[in-house]
């Protein structure tokens, strides 16, 4: 089993909404950012949003912003992605990632990130 274990993925119509977590399925550290990345088929994976350790930094791809929300619950351990107004061109394979030890931000990019999750397949679709 991957570390991190996505959830809440789903088919939805267009203009509609989920909410994605993700949470970690074994001990990963007690500090660490959580990415978010998203890989349509036939596309390379790319970055949608991520959060810092203590949330209080967040990014967001411009294709994203104003419509996601990333967000965390530290004593859950969970990390939540609010999609509202989705569209077709969100379908995709989503993805979180965490960076073990991180001491400031998020990074963007997917090399930085030292964990895995193994994807939930959201498809926005009428």
């Known amino acids: 089993q991957l570390p991190l274990v996505e959830s809440g993925g789903g088919l939805v119509q267009p203009g509609g909404s989920l909410r994605l977590s993700c949470a970690p399925s074994?001990?990963?550290?007690?500090?660490?950012?959580i990415g978010w990345f998203r890989q349509a088929p036939g596309k390379e994976r790319e970055g949608v949003s991520c959060i810092s350790a203590s949330g209080s930094i967040t990014k967001y791809a411009d294709s994203v912003k104003g419509r996601f929300t990333i967000s965390r619950d530290n004593a859950k351990n969970t990390v939540y992605l609010q999609m509202n107004s989705l569209r077709p061109e969100d379908t995709a394979v989503y993805y979180c990632?965490?960076?073990?030890?991180?001491?400031?931000?998020?990074?963007?990019?997917?090399?930085?990130?030292?964990?895995w999750g193994q994807g939930t397949q959201v498809t926005v679709s009428s």
């Open positions: 074994e001990f990963i550290g007690d500090y660490y950012a």
């Open positions: 990632a965490a960076e073990r030890d991180s001491t400031w931000g998020c990074p963007r990019s997917r090399d930085q990130y030292d964990y």
